[in-house]
């Protein structure tokens, strides 16, 4: 057992924010299995969970010189990994928003251009039957829909 292990958790947000390894080391043993719980309680992911908690504890200690824990330090760490938790929450509902928002496009526009690629093959069909139709047929047609003629 360390002597960081005696230290309350006042003390080892100090040592942290001085650069103490060992203080980091203690503070990531004592909370990890508790914010995992309470990340994981929330993301019901594993992965997700783990990556968050290395984020978390990756920057707790690049940042630590600039920590303001005005609370205990347990309610500081709760308060990252909520922070994360709804970060990546919103991060995932604006990338099936957006994901949803291409499907439909996809949907729509593969939906308007089997429309024009049908409408198209129509008018040529309608012209090959008019240009077999015997001449006189064809000139009545003609004139009486593009001319407009009785």
């Not at 006042?10 to 995992?36: C, M, N, V, W």
């Not at 005005?70 to 760490?77: H, S, V």
Request: with cysteine; net charge positive.
């Amino acid at each position: 057992m360390s002597a960081a292990s005696a230290f309350t958790d006042q003390e080892l947000a100090i040592l942290l924010k001085q650069g103490d390894r060992e203080a980091f080391t203690q503070i990531y043993h004592r909370y990890k299995a508790l914010l995992y719980a309470h990340a994981y309680n929330k993301l019901r992911n594993r992965e997700e969970t783990v990556d968050l908690l290395q984020d978390l504890f990756s920057q707790l200690w690049t940042n630590r010189e600039l920590m303001q824990i005005d609370t205990r330090l347990a309610a500081y760490l709760s308060g990252m990994i909520r922070n994360k938790v709804l970060k990546l929450i919103r991060h995932k509902a604006v990338g099936t928003r957006y994901i949803d928002s291409i499907k439909n496009f996809i949907e729509e526009s593969s939906c308007e251009t089997d429309h024009l690629v049908r409408e198209r093959q129509l008018a040529h069909i309608i012209e090959q039957e008019i240009d077999a139709l015997p001449e006189k047929m064809r000139e009545v047609f003609l004139m009486s829909r593009k001319l407009k003629m009785s």
